[in-house]
């Protein structure tokens, strides 16, 4: 009898050790395990922003205080560095960047102006020279006491006070929630064109940064419910005012916002916690399990989402959907009876951003399309990963084609009549150009080269694009690249035909 038992235990420990295998290949192998970017190791090489922010509900204002360790990645020397100020767009009715027929929307109370006053700049621990600069006062010089070699480190300081509009866009406070974006000043990339310092345009997303790492220490009314970027790693509140820290590594960007009517639910979905934050709760559990979903089909088509958590929040944003680093904003109108299928269109379009833009970025100011294309085309993917390939058609018809149709409608809506998907923002005539031709178009070319390529070249391309470019800014030229180097063919032709052609 102990013989048997023993070979017993040795046959269950044989078949254990052969699950074991199995499933060390399936994680492996499997194409739902796409292996996650290592954030720690790139954050070893980006800067880091220390910020302290203090939110005063009555003046309207943020206090505050930039530490920043900033690292020379250019492969120039650098004796002059340049930041956004993007709340001085903000300032006055003429530069607030939005269009003339939205205003109303935008400032629902009437024009309220935004802005931001710099106090004192210092670098290496000097008070240096510094100048607000632009057309619109959005850039900020600060002449370095000495030149930054390539790799080399300096620690600037600042100090500072934003104004907040009374408006319903990405940065301001509206009805029921405080939308703190583009409210510090974030430095500006330098790449083989020199100093990227575009204004705040009404037209399309007018940014481009570089990935950092975040430490923010956030003060506002204890009565505030908060969702921010990074991991929240300490709160405590005294005398009515909360103060978190939030650590986020690898980053694009840093978003806030709250509100004092948040309530909020959450889902796990691998290593990540999904929140979704809202007001009334109608469709706060759709916006939730439209992000949890979202993220569990790009994780498999693309790559394990790396961080810890991702919000989908409801807020005063009449714009639509916005996507920060582990945020997105949704409008509160999406949440209302009968538009679910927007609100879960919208939330799988944010969510893609986390892949195209925040974990890849790009000159959304040069090449639009080269993220917004992708996050479309992704979307409609969203749709027949997740229903079957006859909700696909429908989402491709609704969110692509019928939005390029739109170019039939003709001058009125459409001025400059052109085509051409690969223009800067600045040479589209209004949004609905823009989402006809970037989003509409775009997507179009995207889900054409899977078409031709097969799905198998087409994961194999897009997954070499994000390899050689995530934690970077990515161009055209990347594109293409990442596409002949996966299937060992020349997709530029018809990428070009695509970007550049009208396509009827
Ligand atoms: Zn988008």
Redesign the pocket.
Known sequence: MKGLKEMNRRRWSYLALAIAALILIGVCFWPGAKPAPNVDKASKDLSNYELSLSLDTVTQTLSGRLRLDYVNGAMAQMDTLYFHLYPNAFAKAETAPFPENEWSLAYPKGFSPGGIKISRVTAGGQPVVYAVEGEINTNLKVVLPAVLTHGERITLEMDYIVQLPHCEGRFGYGTDTYNLANCYPIACVYDENGWNRDPYTAVG?PFYSDMANYRVIFSAPESMVVAATGDLTKEESRQGVTIRTYEAKAVRDYAIVGSEKFQRLERRVGKTTVYAYGFTGENLERALDAGAAALRIYNRLFATYPYRQLSVVEANFYIG?M?FPNLVMIDTSLYGPGNEDWLEMVVA??VA?QWW?QLVGNNEVKEPWL??AL??ASTVLYFGERYGKAREEVAYDAYLRSSFERIKLGKNFFPSGSQVVDRPITEFQNSAEYDSIV?GKGGMMVLDLRDQMGEKKFYRFLGSYFDQNVFGNATEADFVAAAREATGQNWDPVIQDWLKNDLE
């Open positions: 997303d959907g996507e379009h944010e951003h833009y993220d917004e996050t479309q989003y």
